[in-house]
T-cell receptor, first 112, second 115 residues
Framework: AQSVSQHNHHVILSEAASLELGCNYSYGGTVNLFWYVQYPGQHLQLLLKYFSGDPLVKGIKGFEAEFIKSKFSFNLRKPSVQWSDTAEYFCAVNFGNEKLTFGTGTRLTIIP | DSGVTQTPKHLITATGQRVTLRCSPRSGDLSVYWYQQSLDQGLQFLIHYYNGEERAKGNILERFSAQQFPDLHSELNLSSLELGDSALYFC??????????????FGQGTRLTVV
């Protein structure tokens, strides 16, 4: 079955620490990959996306993600987090069908 | 602001009742998707409409139904409500159906509380 896994359920970091959130999917075909962020009480906002080309994609707010096809991964990174990055982060994949499949999300808490 | 509008923002209703959630997609978008977000299930895809036609169904209960109208707004109808239906319901829209370079934009969601 096509699925998306986010292994980190809750990550706690201090400000200025580096961040990496894992995302893996199960599917051998062509995929479109996304990271969304959900701030408390708000809707999902697109952070970045990968369709094709350069596997290192840059998004908003200093986030980037790297698509590693051989590892079926699309990990999200940020070199130095801020308190305002406290939110829930969702990896989502389109497996060539009519929907986005989401991971279970990672809650990120940044300590000032 | 994503351009996707959902109403109402909050809804409190009793078990056994029926409610209708409304979604207006971004201008020009023909596809509407409904998702349910609950603490135990995460974000679950419910249904996808494209230009008035149902394109895909996910984990949508038989008590739930949806439609997309000629003006492209969509409604999600939830009936015989149970406590477990309490969740955040998101609508998203995209220009067309899923294909290369398609991305979806999400609305603010409707928080449904069944008491």
């Amino acid at each position: 079955a096509q699925s998306v896994s986010q292994h980190n359920h809750h990550v706690i970091l201090s400000e200025a620490a580096s961040l990496e959130l894992g995302c893996n999917y199960s599917y051998g075909g062509t995929v479109n990959l996304f990271w969304y962020v959900q701030y408390p009480g708000q809707h999902l906002q697109l952070l970045l996306k990968y369709f094709s080309g350069d596997p290192l994609v840059k998004g908003i707010k200093g986030f980037e993600a790297e698509f590693i096809k051989s590892k079926f991964s699309f990990n999200l990174r940020k070199p130095s987090v801020q308190w305002s990055d406290t939110a829930e982060y969702f990896c989502a994949v389109n497996f060539g069908n009519e929907k986005l499949t989401f991971g279970t999300g990672t809650r990120l808490t940044i300590i000032p | 602001d994503s351009g996707v509008t959902q109403t109402p923002k909050h809804l409190i209703t009793a078990t056994g009742q029926r409610v209708t959630l409304r979604c207006s997609p971004r201008s020009g978008d023909l596809s509407v998707y409904w998702y349910q977000q609950s603490l135990d299930q995460g974000l679950q895809f419910l249904i996808h409409y494209y230009n008035g036609e149902e394109r895909a169904k996910g984990n949508i209960l038989e008590r739930f139904s949806a439609q997309q109208f000629p003006d492209l707004h969509s409604e999600l109808n939830l009936s015989s409500l149970e406590l477990g239906d309490s969740a955040l319901y998101f609508c998203a829209s995209s220009v067309a159906t899923w294909g290369p370079n398609t991305e979806a934009f999400f609305g603010q969601g409707t928080r449904l509380t069944v008491v």
